[in-house]
């Protein structure tokens, strides 16, 4: 099993910025898939980014590309998400997820991903 904490959601007007961390432990892959997804209410989970941690290697949603960062501290279990320039669009409950494997790509589904974090919420305002 392994277990996923989100950190560093709250309240910042447009064009703030947050950094969101997810903590894992438990029987962790040293190669594994961390990727974050969102979701508003009354919309579906969306996937945002996603990285591959032995490589480092990172995707993102056409929808944050340039302004959200996803980066990772193998030896704190560590993953972050750093939010730039954020738009009211960009509120909602913040997931991490993850699951070993992916040779270096990462799925972008979120019925791919195992173990799932509780959440943290992002509100942003006009």
């Known amino acids: 099993q392994v277990q996923l904490v989100e950190s560093g959601g709250g309240s910042v007007q447009a064009g703030g910025s947050l950094r969101l961390s997810c903590t894992a432990s438990?029987?962790?892959?040293?190669?594994?898939?961390v990727a974050w997804f969102r979701q508003a209410p009354g919309k579906e989970r969306e996937w945002v980014a996603n990285?591959?941690?032995?490589?480092?290697?990172?995707s993102y949603a056409d929808s944050v590309k340039g302004r959200f960062t996803i980066s990772r501290d193998n030896a704190k279990n560590m993953v972050f998400l750093q939010m730039n320039s954020l738009k009211p669009e960009d509120a909602g409950m913040y997931y991490c997820?993850?699951?070993?494997?992916?040779?270096?790509?990462?799925?972008?589904?979120?019925?791919?991903?195992?173990?799932w974090g509780q959440g943290t919420q992002v509100t942003v305002s006009l």
């Open positions: 997820a993850t699951r070993p494997g992916g040779g270096g790509s990462c799925w972008t589904y979120a019925a791919a991903y195992a173990y």
């Open positions: 438990g029987n962790i892959y040293d190669a594994r898939c």
């Open positions: 990285i591959y941690t032995s490589y480092g290697t990172t």
